[in-house]
């Protein structure tokens, strides 16, 4: 039952850190090639977006420590890593996950350090636009060649 509810929930929070991260991402570059300044609602979104992000971080990792898959990954390495599905959760979708989340996290950490507004805006850009394409890439889509998965999981 805590797997299930787990991967719901990591399945539902998906949508949410994409939603927020993709704003804040638009946001970042309307700020940075158009010289706006980064006003209180930027500052306002990254805290969400990182929010966004660390929730869904802790929701898997939850996940990671109770999935069926994980665990056969660990019980029968030699032959499960060169099982592509059972590799990617294993290793893949969570270390690149982590990467994602730790990259962004930096970045913003980073950004509230610089007085001028298009350094921060630059910082941001870069870190948000390196940890969106490894969260796309490594989101198990009905389309992924690495593990494919429906775009919203039930109970």
């Known amino acids: ?7 719901f929930l990591h ?39 990182v929010s ?7 929701i898997g990792a939850l996940l990671y420590f109770v999935s069926p898959i994980i665990r056969y990954f660990y019980q029968h390495y030699n032959e499960a890593v060169h099982e592509r599905q059972i590799r990617f959760f294993g ?12 990259v962004i996290s930096i970045g913003v950490s980073l950004a ?8 921060k805006f630059k910082i941001l850009g870069i870190c948000y636009t390196v940890g969106i394409l490894l969260i796309l890439i490594n989101i ?14 039930f109970f």
């Open 1 to 7: 039952m805590l797997y299930t509810t787990l991967l």
């Open 11 to 49: 399945s539902i929070v998906r949508w949410l850190v994409l939603a927020s991260v993709l704003v804040a991402v638009f946001r970042i570059y309307r700020g940075w090639f158009t010289n706006m300044p980064f006003d209180n609602f930027d500052e306002k979104w990254n805290r969400i977006a």
């Open 140 to 153: 198990p889509w009905p389309f992924s060649p690495f593990a494919a998965r429906p775009y919203l999981r």
């Open 91 to 102: 290793m893949e979708h969570s270390s690149m996950m982590f990467l994602a989340v730790f």
């Open 52 to 58: 966004m992000l660390h929730l869904q971080f802790t």
């Open 112 to 119: 509230k350090k610089k007085d001028e507004d298009q350094k």
